[in-house]
Protein backbone atom coordinates (compact mmCIF):
# COMPACT_ATOMS: atom_id res chain seq x y z
CA UNK A 1 0.00 0.00 0.00
CA UNK A 2 1.56 3.42 -0.76
CA UNK A 3 1.39 6.20 1.42
CA UNK A 4 -0.68 9.61 0.56
CA UNK A 5 2.23 11.43 0.90
CA UNK A 6 4.27 9.23 -1.74
CA UNK A 7 1.38 9.47 -3.69
CA UNK A 8 0.87 13.35 -3.20
CA UNK A 9 4.38 14.03 -4.51
CA UNK A 10 3.74 11.91 -7.67
CA UNK A 11 1.31 14.10 -8.30
CA UNK A 12 3.25 17.43 -7.62
CA UNK A 13 6.21 16.35 -9.44
CA UNK A 14 3.74 15.26 -12.54
CA UNK A 15 1.90 18.54 -12.61
CA UNK A 16 5.60 20.52 -12.19
CA UNK A 17 6.68 18.73 -15.31
CA UNK A 18 3.70 20.04 -16.81
CA UNK A 19 3.54 23.50 -16.21
CA UNK A 20 6.84 23.91 -16.66
CA UNK A 21 6.50 22.24 -20.17
CA UNK A 22 10.00 19.94 -19.75
CA UNK A 23 10.43 18.00 -23.46
CA UNK A 24 12.70 15.63 -24.03
CA UNK A 25 15.36 17.85 -26.00
CA UNK A 26 18.65 17.12 -24.82
CA UNK A 27 21.02 14.52 -26.32
CA UNK A 28 22.65 12.08 -23.67
CA UNK A 29 25.64 9.94 -24.98
CA UNK A 30 28.05 7.51 -23.88
CA UNK A 31 32.02 8.57 -24.75
CA UNK A 32 33.25 5.94 -26.70
CA UNK A 33 36.61 4.85 -24.91
CA UNK A 34 35.38 6.08 -21.49
CA UNK A 35 32.31 2.87 -21.24
CA UNK A 36 33.66 1.59 -17.69
CA UNK A 37 33.38 1.16 -14.11
CA UNK A 38 33.65 3.06 -11.74
CA UNK A 39 33.22 6.39 -13.74
CA UNK A 40 31.66 6.18 -17.29
CA UNK A 41 31.39 9.37 -19.07
CA UNK A 42 29.04 10.99 -20.96
CA UNK A 43 28.06 13.84 -23.56
CA UNK A 44 24.84 16.09 -23.42
CA UNK A 45 24.44 18.21 -26.44
CA UNK A 46 21.10 21.08 -26.53
CA UNK A 47 20.60 21.57 -30.36
CA UNK A 48 19.19 24.44 -29.15
CA UNK A 49 22.33 25.61 -27.76
CA UNK A 50 25.64 25.19 -29.96
CA UNK A 51 28.41 26.46 -27.29
CA UNK A 52 26.92 24.15 -24.28
CA UNK A 53 23.87 22.24 -22.96
CA UNK A 54 21.56 24.21 -20.50
CA UNK A 55 20.23 21.86 -17.68
CA UNK A 56 19.99 22.15 -13.39
CA UNK A 57 19.90 18.70 -12.18
CA UNK A 58 21.56 15.34 -12.64
CA UNK A 59 20.30 12.02 -11.25
CA UNK A 60 21.11 8.11 -11.59
CA UNK A 61 18.48 6.21 -10.87
CA UNK A 62 18.69 2.28 -10.67
CA UNK A 63 15.85 0.22 -12.29
CA UNK A 64 13.78 0.17 -9.01
CA UNK A 65 14.59 4.15 -8.68
CA UNK A 66 16.91 4.31 -5.97
CA UNK A 67 18.65 7.61 -5.97
CA UNK A 68 22.82 6.69 -7.34
CA UNK A 69 23.72 10.32 -7.57
CA UNK A 70 22.38 13.35 -7.84
CA UNK A 71 23.53 17.14 -8.90
CA UNK A 72 21.87 20.30 -8.62
CA UNK A 73 23.25 23.82 -9.61
CA UNK A 74 24.39 26.14 -7.05
CA UNK A 75 23.59 28.96 -7.77
CA UNK A 76 20.28 27.35 -9.16
CA UNK A 77 20.24 28.33 -12.79
CA UNK A 78 21.88 26.52 -15.41
CA UNK A 79 25.19 28.60 -16.00
CA UNK A 80 27.43 25.68 -14.52
CA UNK A 81 25.84 22.59 -16.88
CA UNK A 82 28.84 21.34 -19.01
CA UNK A 83 28.94 18.65 -22.04
CA UNK A 84 30.66 16.47 -20.26
CA UNK A 85 30.29 14.17 -17.03
CA UNK A 86 31.97 11.89 -15.40
CA UNK A 87 30.26 9.50 -12.86
CA UNK A 88 31.14 10.29 -9.78
CA UNK A 89 32.92 13.74 -10.30
CA UNK A 90 30.86 16.84 -9.69
CA UNK A 91 31.43 19.17 -12.57
CA UNK A 92 32.30 23.02 -10.77
CA UNK A 93 29.07 25.03 -10.05
CA UNK A 94 27.02 21.96 -9.08
CA UNK A 95 26.43 20.81 -5.43
CA UNK A 96 25.88 16.77 -4.67
CA UNK A 97 22.81 15.97 -3.13
CA UNK A 98 22.94 12.35 -3.05
CA UNK A 99 25.93 9.36 -3.32
CA UNK A 100 27.86 8.91 -5.41
CA UNK A 101 27.09 5.01 -4.56
CA UNK A 102 28.97 3.00 -6.59
CA UNK A 103 27.13 1.60 -10.02
CA UNK A 104 26.92 -2.32 -9.84
CA UNK A 105 27.70 -5.17 -12.31
CA UNK A 106 24.66 -6.47 -13.82
CA UNK A 107 22.84 -3.58 -12.84
CA UNK A 108 20.37 -1.22 -15.17
CA UNK A 109 20.52 2.43 -14.69
CA UNK A 110 19.05 6.04 -15.89
CA UNK A 111 20.82 8.83 -16.33
CA UNK A 112 18.66 11.88 -16.55
CA UNK A 113 19.92 16.21 -17.10
CA UNK A 114 17.10 18.21 -16.40
CA UNK A 115 16.04 22.42 -16.71
CA UNK A 116 13.72 23.78 -19.01
CA UNK A 117 14.65 20.46 -21.36
CA UNK A 118 15.75 17.13 -20.31
CA UNK A 119 17.15 14.81 -21.56
CA UNK A 120 18.07 10.56 -20.49
CA UNK A 121 20.08 8.02 -21.59
CA UNK A 122 18.91 4.47 -19.88
CA UNK A 123 22.80 2.12 -19.57
CA UNK A 124 23.83 -1.54 -18.27
CA UNK A 125 26.55 -2.69 -16.79
CA UNK A 126 27.72 -6.19 -17.69
CA UNK A 127 29.18 -8.43 -15.12
CA UNK A 128 32.61 -6.91 -16.58
CA UNK A 129 31.91 -3.48 -15.62
CA UNK A 130 31.70 -2.65 -19.41
CA UNK A 131 28.88 0.36 -19.84
CA UNK A 132 26.43 0.10 -22.66
CA UNK A 133 23.33 1.83 -23.81
CA UNK A 134 19.89 0.28 -23.15
CA UNK A 135 16.28 0.68 -24.51
CA UNK A 136 14.27 2.29 -21.83
Not at 70 to 87: C, I, K, N, W
Not at 125 to 132: A, I, K, M, N, Q
Request: with cysteine.
Amino acid sequence: MRSPRLVSLGWVWGLLLLLTACRQVLQVSLVEDARQLPAPRFTVEDPEHADRPRYTTVQVLDRAGEMYWQLRAEPYGDMASVASLTYGEAPPGFAVLDGPRALQPGGRYALFVVGKNRGTLHFDVDREGHVTEAAP
